[in-house]
């Protein structure tokens, strides 16, 4: 009887010492979980802000380059224009040219 008595009461105290270990692991899941969150937090944010920002960029470039782009054509206007004056004078000048020559 007593021996039972001794079983039961070791059995109680196992039990016990599991169950705080349990608890004790709980804690320190929890605890590690609210740290990891607290640290993480910020970084998420930061990088939400920095994609946006990226993305806001790209749209600013996107943008940028169509400007350029109609810069260019605008440029090619104008030199395709230049080019037919130029050509027309150098050609009326050759004109002039041979006629004195002849």
């Known amino acids: 009887m007593i021996l039972r008595q001794k079983e039961a009461a070791t059995a109680a105290k196992v039990a016990e010492t599991r169950e705080e ?10 605890m590690l979980h609210e740290l990891t969150n607290v640290l993480t937090t910020p970084f998420k944010r ?3 802000e920095l994609v946006h920002e990226w993305d806001i960029d790209e749209d ?16 090619r206007g104008y030199n395709e224009g230049c080019g037919q004056q130029v050509r027309s004078t150098t050609a009326y000048a050759t004109v002039g040219k041979r006629g004195r020559g002849e």
């Not at 270990?21 to 929890?30: C, F, L, R, S």
């Not at 943008?63 to 440029?75: D, F, G």
């Open 60 to 75: 600013l470039l996107r943008m940028k380059e169509k400007e350029v782009e109609s810069l260019l054509q605008k440029l």
């Open 21 to 30: 270990e349990m608890e004790k692991e709980a804690a320190a899941k929890q």
């Open 46 to 48: 930061m990088e939400a």
